[in-house]
């Protein structure tokens, strides 16, 4: 099939159906060419309904995931954004077609080189990749206007929260198998903060976020 019909049908019979209405987030999941992000050897399945796997045990979030997270932080053209799980590069290239600046961290130096090089290849300016821990963000990182994790943890990061800015969102999937939720928290405040859990789904953990303490009785 060739790749901009399994493009359209990716965005009509998975993308729309999972309640991504948004126009600018279609027309960006037509134009970014998901193909030129997954590994040579998966080219054939850029567009399936399935994480694709990455170096290193590491896999893309499955497209429609990718679209639903994109819609619900409806990231605005001023703002600044963090990812941490860079991957492919992939989401980090949505980001950046939508942000003004994005920095992705990425643990795995395979997988940061890996997202630097389709992220050039794709012309982006805006993105930075670093290869980095992205559960020990120092200070000096500053503030951002969205975060988002591109994986699963046990726990909203506390740490993360103070990065963002008011009116600031994090996006997470969290939770455990079999059940996690894609959680959206937002800073109102200085001290005050808003979350809403929204939809359900499984995904792969994020490296280097601790687990919550479990109780057994």
């Known amino acids: 099939m060739h790749p ?8 009509e019979q998975q993308i729309r159906p999972w309640n991504v ?12 060419h998901r193909d030129e992000f997954v590994p040579a050897a998966h080219k054939s399945l850029a567009f399936a309904d399935l994480e694709i796997p990455l170096p290193a045990g590491q896999c893309m979030l499955a497209p429609r995931l990718e679209a639903r997270l994109l819609q619900d932080l ?16 992939f989401m980090a290239a949505l980001l950046a077609h939508r942000a003004r600046q994005v920095l ?17 290849q794709a012309g982006l300016n805006n993105v930075t990749v670093r290869e980095a821990d992205g559960s020990k ?3 000096s990182e500053g503030k951002f206007d969205v975060i988002l994790l591109s994986g699963s943890v046990g726990q909203i990061p506390q740490d993360l929260l103070k990065h963002l800015t008011i009116g600031g969102r994090l996006g997470a999937i969290v939770g455990d198998d079999p059940v996690m939720n894609c959680t959206i928290v937002t800073r109102t405040s200085e001290t005050d903060f808003r979350t809403v859990a929204t939809w359900e789904t499984v995904v ?12 057994q009785f």
Not at 22 to 32: A, G, I, R, T
Not at 75 to 85: F, M, W
Not at 111 to 117: D, P, T, V
Not at 204 to 215: D, M, W
């Open 137 to 139: 963000l120092g200070a």
């Open 104 to 120: 992705t961290l990425e643990i795995v130096p395979e997988l940061a080189a890996f997202a630097r090089s389709n992220l050039a």
């Open 4 to 11: 901009n019909q399994a493009r359209f049908n990716m965005i």
């Open 21 to 32: 209405l948004d126009l600018q987030v279609l027309e960006l999941l037509d134009n970014v």
């Open 74 to 89: 409806a990231v605005q053209s001023h703002e600044s954004v963090l990812e941490i799980g860079a991957g492919s590069g």
């Open 204 to 215: 792969q953990r994020l490296q280097g976020f601790a687990e919550p303490e479990r109780f």
